[in-house]
Structures are given as structure tokens and as C-alpha cells.
């Protein structure tokens, strides 16, 4: 299969062990992107190379969690990633930025289904 130029790889969840720090979790479109995104929060508090931090961490794919799913989003297809008590995080499928949603602005795939179609 392969894919158009603005076609992206789909969103999957990995987790990001460091050596003596423990682990997270991270939605992203490959390993590589997941341990980057984690290099990133990493560095905002210890002061790492990344190559230190590639040396002192290991990445694998993990079952996504219940609330991962697609969704209606603002109007717009999306991977809903994260579902805390104050607000959703998703991605769009053409993009790797993380976006915030309110509860209000989620619809149903199927409603998503449905207007994708045109129907």
C-alpha cells in the first residue's frame, strides 16, 4: 500500500522507558517520533544530549489506551490521544501537533462517517 505525500502514517501509543527514571507513554505516528516527543519533555528538567537520551532509553508499541479512538473533532476527523477530566487532546490526521478540545466539539465516528461521505 502506499500512500499519498500528505497522507500520514496512523497514530499508534508507545512507551518511552529512561534507565533509572521509569517510563511514559506517548501517541505519535512512529517509534522514532514518540522517543523524540519524550526526549523533548525529558530535556525540559534534565539537561540530556539526545544522544545521551537515545543511549539511556528504549521505545515499544503498547495497547492504545480505552478512551484513543476517532472522532468528529471541531469539524474535522481525528485521533482523540488523551481524555483527562478538563479537556481532550487529538491529533488531526495531517498533522503531528497536539491539539486541545472540549467535550462540546466531539462527535461520534459515525456522524464523522457520514459527513465524510457526503450523505
Not at 4 to 10: D, N, Q, T
Not at 57 to 73: E, G, H, K, N, T
Not at 94 to 115: C, G, W
Request: aromatic share 12%.
Amino acid at each position: 500500500m502506499t500512500r499519498s505525500p500528505r497522507e500520514l502514517r496512523p497514530i499508534r501509543t508507545y512507551e518511552v522507558r529512561i534507565d533509572g527514571y521509569g517510563e511514559a507513554t506517548y501517541s505519535a505516528r512512529s517509534p522514532s517520533k514518540a522517543r523524540a516527543r519524550a526526549w523533548r519533555d525529558f530535556t525540559s528538567v534534565w539537561e540530556w544530549s539526545f544522544h545521551e537520551f537515545l543511549c539511556r532509553s528504549s521505545v515499544r508499541r503498547v495497547p492504545d489506551p480505552p478512551y484513543f479512538r476517532r472522532a468528529l473533532i471541531a469539524g474535522k476527523l481525528g485521533t482523540i490521544i488523551y481524555s483527562p477530566h478538563n479537556g481532550i487532546r487529538f491529533m488531526r490526521d495531517n498533522s503531528d501537533e497536539i491539539f486541545s478540545a472540549h467535550e462540546s466539539e466531539i462527535k461520534p465516528l459515525e456522524s464523522a462517517t457520514v459527513l465524510e461521505s457526503g450523505e
